[in-house]
C-alpha cells in the first residue's frame, strides 16, 4: 500500500499552469442579500433593483424598545416605549419629542389615537388605560381594568366612538362605549379561560378572530355564535391577524427559540406552560374557513416580530438586524431594507399606500420608509475573501439595463473596511482598478428603477507558488510507463453534483443515480425536490432566454428530477429555468398542489474562440476573441514539438478578447506554428501556418549597396 501510493504521488500530472485565473459569482438570494441597501431592495430569486428608502431615523430621549405607534391627522406621533415605559408626542415636520405620559409602570404596549386626537395608552401590570386630553394634553387615568396586562387597543367597528382592549390575566376583550367616563366599570365583550388574549381582529362580515396565548390558539368567533379553535399556536405568538373577505385569515406569528419569554412575549411570571404542543413556527400562514393551514414563509433564522398591511401587500418586520420584507404570496416577497443600527422591528405603521413608520428596538429609534419611483438606490456587497493577496481583473455584471447603473469596487488586506482599505473606484471598461489585496468590495450606484442585476461575477489571479517536496525516497523498483485503461463512465448523483457548486451537504430521501455522457453541445437541468407527504411527484421544465418575456416548454410529466437536451441550436446568451412540480399522482384533482421554482441562470454558448493570427508586421503578436464566454487557455507548437501554454499579455484571463505574444525563439520563418485556443465553455479553435519573415523597413530598403567583388579576387 505505501509503495502504490507513492508511485501514484510521484506519476501524478500537474497543472499546465502555474499562474490560476479563478473566478467568483455572486448570485442568488442567500448571497445577495448579506449586501447593504441603501434605497433598494433584493427580490427572492436574487434580483437587485430600486426599492424604497429607510432613513435614519429618530431615537426617542428614553427607552431601549419602542412597543406602539400611533399618528394623528393633524401631524404628530405618538410613541410608546418601555424601559421605562413613556409616550412621546413627535412633530413629524420637525422631529421635535416631547413627554406627554410618564406612567409608573414598567410596560406600556398598546396606544391608541381616536376621531377626535385623544390618545389612550393601557399599561402592565396594573391593567390602567390612560387618556391625554387632545385640547389641552392633560393624561388621566380613564379606566381601571380588572385584568393586569394590556395588549392592544382599538375601535370598535360596531359601535362608533367605543373602545375595544386586548387584555390579560385573565385574558379578556373590553368595550369602552362611546359615553365611558373616568369610574365607570368596562364591558366585557369577551372572557376566556387562557391567561391572556394578545390580538384581535374583524373579518367584512363582523367575524371576531382573536389569539390567546401562552400555549394558546387561534379562534373564530362569529356574531352571535360560540367561540371556534381553529389553530394550536402552542409556544408561538401571533402578533398580527389580517381576515380576508373570503372566511380565510392570514396570520404573523412569532415564536423565539429559547423556551423562556422574552420582553417581547405576553406572559407573566406566572404563564409558562411546559406542556403545551409544539404548536407553529414564526412565520406567515394562511388559515382557511374550515381551519387547515398552509404555510406561505417559515423556516428562516429570522423571526417575524411585526407586521402590517400597506397597499393591500404584507410588510414585515425582523427580530434581528433590523430587516423590512415586502411580502405578497410564497413567490413574491422581497427585502426592502434594513437599519443600520439593527435591532428587532418592534412596530410597522402604515402611513398612507406608498409610506410607512417602521420602529426598531435596541436601541430604539423611529424610521420613515418611503418609495419614490423616480428615487436612485446603492447596492454594497458583503466583503469577499479570496483567502490570500490576489490580483483582480474584470467584474461582469448580468440583468436588464445595466448600462444605468455605475460600478465601483474598494480593496484591502483587513476583513473589515477600514482606513487601510482602497478608496472607492470607478470600473474602467469592466476592469477592477483597485489595487491588489485580500478582500474585494463592490458598490453598484442604481440610476433609474428599470435596471435590476441577477449575476455578478469577479475575476481575479493567484499568485504563482513555489513547489513543496512533501515525501522523496528511492524504491528497488524498475519503473516503466504503461497506458492507462479505459475507465468507465463516472456515476453520480444529484448531492454529490451540488455540492460540487456549494457547502450544501443535504440528500433526499431517496437519491436517484444516473451515468455521465461527456458528450459535447448538451445540457442537463437537474433540481432535488421533497414532498412532505412522501407523493409522488411530476415536474415540468420551462427555459427562456433572459432578455425575454415568453417561456418555451422544454419537458412535461416528467419522473426523474432532470432533464437533458441538445443545445447546438440555441441562440448563445443567458438562459433562465424554471421548475414545476405537482403531487397530482397522489392526489385527487381539487386537492393537488403544484409549486414551482427559478434556477441560477445558465450560459449557453457553442460558437468556437476567433484567432487572429500574427502577421507580417507583427509577426509574435496574436489575438483570440470570443463573442460571449471568457478566454480560459491558448497554447502554441512551433515544429511539431510539445505545446507549450501562453498569458496574454496583460497576465490574466478575464475577458472575451486577449492578445498574446510569442517568445522570441518562435519568430523563425518558414517553420509551422500550430495554435489552439479554448474559452469557460469548453468550446476550441485551432490555427495552423507558417511563421513568416518580418517586414522589411523602409530604413533597411535605402542602405547604401555593397561594391561588387572583382573577377581577379
Do not use: C
Not at 34 to 43: C, F, S, T
Not at 114 to 143: K, M, Q
Not at 343 to 369: C, F, M, Q, Y
Request: no cysteine; hydrophobic share 35%.
Amino acid at each position: 500500500m505505501k509503495r502504490s501510493f507513492l508511485l501514484s504521488f510521484l506519476l501524478s500530472s500537474t497543472s499546465l499552469f502555474g499562474v490560476k485565473t479563478d473566478s467568483h459569482v455572486f448570485e442568488g438570494y442567500p448571497t445577495l442579500s448579506d449586501g447593504e441597501l441603501q434605497g433598494v431592495a433584493v427580490h427572492w430569486d436574487g434580483g437587485i433593483g430600486v426599492g424604497p428608502s429607510l432613513d435614519e431615523g429618530i431615537r426617542p430621549p428614553q427607552g431601549a424598545v419602542i412597543w406602539d405607534l400611533a399618528q394623528t391627522e393633524d401631524g404628530f406621533l405618538y410613541i410608546a416605549t418601555g424601559g421605562p415605559g413613556a409616550v412621546y408626542k413627535m412633530e413629524i415636520a420637525s422631529g421635535e419629542m416631547k413627554k406627554v405620559l410618564d406612567p409608573d409602570e414598567p410596560l406600556l404596549r398598546a396606544i391608541h389615537v381616536d376621531a377626535d386626537g385623544n390618545l389612550y395608552a393601557g399599561t402592565s401590570p396594573e391593567g390602567r388605560v390612560y387618556r391625554v386630553n387632545a385640547d389641552d394634553g392633560f393624561p388621566e387615568i380613564y379606566a381601571d381594568l380588572e385584568s393586569l396586562y394590556i395588549w392592544s387597543i382599538e375601535d370598535d367597528p360596531e359601535n362608533e366612538g367605543a373602545l375595544l382592549i386586548a387584555a390579560g390575566a385573565p385574558g379578556r376583550i373590553y368595550r369602552l362605549p362611546k359615553d365611558f367616563a373616568p369610574g365607570d366599570e368596562p364591558e366585557i365583550v369577551l372572557d376566556t379561560n387562557a391567561v391572556h388574549v394578545s390580538t384581535f381582529a374583524f373579518s367584512p362580515d363582523g367575524t371576531l378572530y382573536y389569539a390567546t396565548g401562552p400555549g394558546g390558539h387561534l379562534l373564530r368567533k362569529r356574531s352571535g355564535g360560540k367561540p371556534e379553535t381553529l389553530v394550536e399556536l402552542g409556544q408561538g405568538e401571533v402578533r398580527e391577524i389580517f381576515p380576508k373577505d373570503d372566511g380565510s385569515v392570514r396570520i404573523a406569528v412569532y415564536r423565539s427559540d429559547s423556551s423562556d419569554t422574552s420582553s417581547s412575549s405576553n406572559s407573566s411570571d406566572n404563564d409558562s406552560d411546559s406542556a403545551s404542543p409544539d404548536g407553529l413556527p414564526s412565520g406567515i400562514f394562511d388559515v382557511g374557513s374550515d381551519g387547515f393551514v398552509e404555510i406561505l414563509l417559515a423556516g428562516s433564522d429570522e423571526k417575524i416580530f411585526s407586521a402590517t398591511l400597506l397597499d393591500n401587500e404584507l410588510l414585515i418586520g425582523s427580530d434581528s438586524r433590523g430587516r423590512v420584507y415586502r411580502f405578497q404570496d410564497r413567490f413574491d416577497w422581497s427585502l426592502l431594507a434594513e437599519s443600520e443600527d439593527g435591532g428587532e422591528v418592534s412596530k410597522i405603521e402604515a402611513i398612507d399606500d406608498k409610506n410607512a413608520w417602521v420602529a426598531t428596538s435596541n436601541p430604539a429609534t423611529i424610521h420613515r420608509l418611503s418609495y419614490d419611483p423616480t428615487a436612485k438606490g446603492v447596492f454594497i456587497s458583503e466583503v469577499y475573501d479570496a483567502g490570500q493577496k490576489v490580483r483582480w481583473g474584470t467584474l461582469i455584471p448580468v440583468g436588464i439595463q445595466l448600462d444605468s447603473i455605475q460600478w465601483e469596487t474598494r480593496t484591502g488586506n483587513r476583513s473589515r473596511p477600514d482606513d487601510s482599505w482602497s478608496e472607492w473606484e470607478a470600473l474602467k471598461e469592466q476592469k477592477v482598478a483597485s489595487q491588489p489585496g485580500r478582500f474585494f468590495q463592490y458598490r453598484a450606484n442604481f440610476e433609474t428603477p428599470e435596471a435590476v442585476v441577477r449575476r455578478i461575477e469577479l475575476f481575479y489571479q493567484l499568485p504563482n507558488e513555489a513547489p513543496i517536496f512533501r515525501r522523496v525516497e528511492g524504491i528497488p523498483l524498475r519503473l516503466e510507463s504503461l497506458p492507462m485503461p479505459p475507465q468507465a463512465p463516472p456515476r453520480s448523483t444529484l448531492p454529490q453534483l451540488f455540492s460540487q457548486n456549494d457547502n450544501d451537504k443535504s440528500s433526499p430521501s431517496m437519491p436517484q443515480p444516473f451515468v455521465i455522457h461527456e458528450d459535447s453541445g448538451w445540457l442537463s437541468i437537474v433540481w432535488e425536490a421533497v414532498d412532505p407527504n412522501d407523493d409522488e411527484l411530476r415536474y415540468r421544465v420551462y427555459l427562456r432566454r433572459l432578455d425575454q418575456e415568453d417561456w418555451f416548454l422544454l419537458a412535461e410529466d416528467l419522473k426523474d428530477p432532470f432533464f437533458s437536451l441538445n443545445i447546438a441550436g440555441f441562440d448563445p446568451g443567458f438562459y433562465e429555468p424554471r421548475i414545476q412540480a405537482s403531487d397530482r399522482m397522489s392526489n385527487p384533482p381539487n386537492l393537488a398542489k403544484t409549486s414551482e421554482t427559478r434556477g441560477n441562470l445558465i450560459l449557453i454558448d457553442n460558437q468556437p474562440p476567433t484567432i487572429i493570427p500574427p502577421t507580417p508586421e507583427n509577426p509574435l503578436q496574436f489575438t483570440v476573441s470570443d463573442n460571449f464566454s471568457i478566454i480560459s487557455s491558448v497554447t502554441f507548437r512551433l515544429e511539431g514539438s510539445e505545446s507549450r501554454a501562453l498569458l496574454p499579455t496583460d497576465g490574466i484571463f478575464d475577458s472575451k478578447k486577449k492578445t498574446f505574444k510569442l517568445p522570441e525563439e518562435a519568430q523563425e520563418p518558414g517553420a509551422t506554428l500550430h495554435i489552439e485556443a479554448a474559452d469557460a465553455r469548453g468550446n476550441r479553435a485551432a490555427w495552423t501556418g507558417l511563421v513568416t519573415a518580418p517586414e522589411k523597413t523602409d530604413s533597411a530598403s535605402d542602405e547604401e549597396p555593397k561594391p561588387e567583388s572583382s573577377p581577379a579576387s
